[in-house]
């Protein structure tokens, strides 16, 4: 199960004890893999329940585990 990830205002994602996210580079939920300066083929998915009334997480994944993970576009 991922960690959860919170945004800050500067649209930084962290958690404790996780890498920083930003328009530079994003790690992997699933694998850890550091995105590629382009994010070539990454996916990030906005979480939020509103029950649990918890501040929305953003997840990144990257091209294989974004597939295994969801289908659709992406390497097999």
């Known amino acids: 199960m991922p960690e959860d990830r919170v ?14 996210a930003s328009a530079r580079g994003a790690t992997c939920v699933e694998c850890r893999l550091v995105a590629d300066p382009g994010w070539t083929g990454w996916r990030a998915y906005h979480i939020a329940d509103p029950e649990r009334r918890e501040d929305p997480v953003v997840w990144f994944y990257c091209p294989q585990c974004a597939y295994r993970e969801f289908g659709g576009p992406g390497r097999p």
């Not at 945004?7 to 958690?15: I, L, Q, R």
Request: proline fraction near 0%; aromatic fraction near 0%.
């Open 7 to 20: 945004v800050d205002s500067d649209g930084n994602v962290e958690a404790e004890g996780s890498t920083r």
